[in-house]
């Protein structure tokens, strides 16, 4: 159905929670498929799931906010792989903390993996793309990227860099055959990054993801898989007229 089969992709955090969801929906689909993450042991193990079902996949240990990091994570997948027609940027942290009390480490920190990372990531990827005048990127930004959320500032500024970075970037590109779409997620839950959110919000007396989930118009939350899917629509023919967009995956919470 998506045109997927024999594609090469490079997904980023794969080894938990979103990416770990989107790795194994672009295999299922007929990717071969490239993890990287800091976590090794999970990024193998993720890998392995992959090939038990049936799927190929690589990896390579790395941070994304380090550029020799991505350099040589990049080298070793595209050894692997061959051409890389897909990234999925959806390595991120999330630091809960209000502006004024956020430390400088946080700050830096959500920067350097959530908007640096995706730099890094594509200028080692994207110029392949180009010179073939195929491809596809996928960045993983968030609703709060799109509208200011209190205790979430310095998470909601990087995301709202990838929102804009996306549009960029799909402008600069989009003549050279390459599309630069985003998807941005609402309340998902089964992730490390939830998971770790959680504890923080329930220090900061924040209510629980069950209590918030009663707002969302669709009355539950989010996982994975509904994310997976709106990022294997991004990256196959069947958005190949869309680029420089941000697609909400919310269950209506955000629909701009």
Sequence with gaps: MYGLQGKKAIVTGAAHGIGKAIAARLAAEGCEVGIFDLDKAAAEATGR???????????????????????????????????????????????????LETSEEDWYATFGINVNGMFHMIRQVAPGMMQRRSGAVVNLASWMGKSGVAAYGAYCASKFAVVSLTQSLA?????????????????????????????????????????RAKSIPMRRAGLPVDVANAVLFLASDQAAYITGETISVTGGIWND
């Excluded at 550029?67 to 051409?83: C, F, I, M, R």
């Excluded at 003549?175 to 998971?195: F, S």
């Design 171 to 211: 402008c600069e590109i989009g003549e050279h055959g390459v599309r630069v779409n985003a998807v941005a997620p609402g309340l998902i839950v089964d992730t490390k990054m939830r998971d770790e959110s959680e504890m923080k919000r329930a220090q900061e007396g924040l209510p629980a993801a069950a209590e």
């Design 49 to 99: 799931a992959i090939t038990a079902s049936g799927g190929k996949a690589f990896v390579a240990s790395g941070d994304v906010s380090s550029k020799p990091d991505v350099v040589a994570g990049v080298a070793a997948l595209t050894k692997a792989l061959g051409q890389v027609d897909i990234l999925v940027n959806n390595a991120g942290i999330c630091k809960v903390g209000k502006i």
